[in-house]
């Protein structure tokens, strides 16, 4: 097979610059600055903790796509936008799934959250759905924002399929500075915040369900 021109082109470019030794290959631009979220859940003690465990399975969750990549979203007014040369390490839709695992692992109450896709056991099974997850600013890109994060949550018995419970979570975090690491720890508020609350719902609700 043949080089094309460009290609071609460009090897040739690349043996000449590895000889000088002293010309990078690419253009010199900075590095985007990698941010993550909902790592660390403080324990949380349930009312009903000593109750016997119940299975619950998982169903994707689904986000809302302006913020489901990597990319910090923002909203003001009407207008949505991402944050400059600053991104999430994973995709949000990733990093949120991770957490809420480590929400559901740090709560002591009888609902145990299932790999994704095992249904065996199952007394219950809860789906996410992420409705908003951005940074607002009121009015002026000058002023710090608020980080909204919106989930509603719907229970279902693993059984027959109907509706146990359904909820809607919001956390609204204040960001004190306009700065990329004060609205990165409001992202991470937010989350912790939601999926706490999340857990200890889905606790009240499956106590009284079959053992897994």
């Known amino acids: 097979m043949k080089l094309s021109k460009t290609l071609a082109s460009a090897t040739l470019a ?8 002293c010309i990078s290959v690419f253009p010199k631009a900075p590095p985007a600055q990698l941010y993550d979220f909902g790592r660390n859940f403080p ?14 399975a998982r169903s994707l969750t689904a986000f809302t796509r302006p913020a489901l990549g990597d990319r910090i979203l923002t909203a003001n007014g009407n207008e949505v936008a991402y944050i400059a040369s600053s991104r999430w390490v994973s995709p949000a839709a990733l990093l949120f799934d991770e957490a809420e695992e480590r929400a559901f692992d ?3 109450g009888p609902a145990r959250l299932m790999r994704r896709g095992d249904m065996s056991g199952a007394a219950a099974e809860l789906k ?13 890109l000058k002023a710090a924002p608020t980080v909204v994060v919106q989930v509603r949550a719907t229970l279902t018995d693993a059984k027959d399929r109907h509706v146990l419970d359904q909820r809607t979570f919001t956390s609204q975090k204040p960001v004190g500075d ?6 990165v720890q409001g992202f991470d ?3 912790v915040e939601v999926l706490s609350q999340i857990a200890a719902w889905t606790d009240a609700d499956v106590s009284g369900l079959p053992r897994g």
């Open 14 to 21: 690349a043996m000449t610059i590895g000889l000088a030794g």
């Open 43 to 56: 324990p949380q003690h349930a009312p009903n903790a000593g109750a016997p465990p119940v299975n619950v």
């Open 189 to 191: 508020g937010a989350t």
């Open 106 to 108: 740090a709560d002591d």
């Open 178 to 183: 306009n700065r990329v690491g004060e609205i």
């Open 128 to 140: 996410l759905e992420v409705q908003t997850f951005e940074a607002r600013y009121p009015g002026s």
